[in-house]
């Protein structure tokens, strides 16, 4: 049995859509928000690399280096911010990121 398109499209969408149910299902604890936003990304990038594979096509890997450089510097960022939030107010909980100012 060889390994499909479809079987690529299926599995990036149920990885997508764990990604949604973790974003709708937790939106307080903002570690597992960002970890949601970065198997969404997977999924998206997985989608690229099959299409590129199946297509011949390297615009679609080309793709997937930007959405990892884009990925990575987000998660940076992210999780800067969170360390500036647990040092000021002890807690990593989205409804505490109002009381950031400055």
Request: aromatic share 10%; no cysteine.
């Amino acid at each position: 049995m060889s390994v499909s398109l479809v079987h690529y499209l299926i599995l990036g969408a149920i990885l997508f859509s764990i990604a949604v149910m973790g974003i709708f299902l937790n939106r307080r604890n903002l570690i597992v928000l960002l970890m949601a936003i970065e198997l969404m990304l997977l999924a998206i990038n997985l989608n690229f690399i099959a299409f590129s594979h199946y297509l011949g096509d390297a615009a679609g890997q080309i793709f997937v280096f930007f959405i990892l450089t884009i990925a990575a510097s987000e998660t940076a960022i992210g999780l800067g911010i969170l360390v500036i939030l647990f040092r000021k107010i002890h807690s990593v909980g989205a409804d505490d990121m109002d009381r950031l100012k400055g």
